[in-house]
């Protein structure tokens, strides 16, 4: 069974401050997603990584995918407010419906 | 456009009873998901479809059954509902694309049960 772990578990930084959440599994995936999830609603899609080392940029968020698949980071820079929630990678094989989400970084930003 | 929309948003059911959570898309999409979300565990799959008429097992699936008669509805059934079965349930769609790509999942916004 192939499993994601993410870290930290919980984040409460100040607006302004730059984070990095991290997403890590001792298997090898051909794709990555992270979704973010705010209270009493469904995940939605920020960014899709598919080649090794790739490198995304969504405004003040960066996505990085490991040289070796098996791991993600993303750095938000200067955390706004609006950029609370709880943080999910989503690996899939085969580029298809079989995904594995991690656990979770609940983020806050207080301003 | 909708989107995907589940029904009800909460509900307490006794153990032993039974019900369905209603999920239906307008995207036409081919692929539909159930997930339960319990704190600190993700997201689970529960079943999965790729079609209407074709359903599959996930990584959770026991207690529930599911069915796709038609592409836009997905309901997923607890029967003799356990307290194990307390969480919250998305419904989810995609639509395939093709070899090389990978799927955008799109979520419903959930329904909150507690099995008491």
């Known amino acids: 069974t192939q499993l994601l772990e993410q870290s930290p578990q919980f984040l409460s930084i100040q607006e302004g401050e730059n984070l990095t959440v991290y997403c890590n599994s001792s298997?090898?995936?051909?794709?990555l997603q992270w979704y973010r999830q705010e209270p009493g609603e469904g995940p939605v899609l920020l960014v899709t990584?598919?080649?090794?080392?790739e490198v995304k940029k969504l405004k003040r968020l960066t996505f990085q995918f490991g040289d070796a698949r098996k791991d993600s980071s993303l750095h938000i820079t200067a955390a706004q407010p609006g950029d609370t929630g709880l943080y999910l990678c989503a690996g899939a094989n085969n580029y298809g419906q079989n995904f594995v989400f991690g656990p979770g970084t609940r983020l806050s930003v207080l301003p | 456009n909708a989107g995907v929309t589940q029904t009800p948003k909460f509900r307490i059911l006794k153990i032993g009873q039974s019900m369905t959570l209603q999920c239906t898309q307008d995207m036409n999409h081919n692929y539909m998901y159930w997930y339960r979300q319990d704190p600190g565990m993700g997201l689970k799959l529960i079943y999965y479809s790729v079609g209407a008429g074709i359903t599959d097992k996930g990584e959770v699936p026991n207690g529930y059954n599911v069915s796709r008669s038609t592409t836009e509805d997905f309901p997923l059934r607890l029967e003799l509902a356990a307290p194990s079965q307390t969480s919250v349930y998305f419904c989810a769609s995609s639509y395939p694309g093709g070899v090389q790509a990978v799927d955008e999942l799109f979520f419903g916004s959930g329904t909150q049960l507690s099995v008491l």
């Open positions: 990584v598919v080649t090794g080392g």
């Open positions: 298997s090898v995936f051909s794709s």
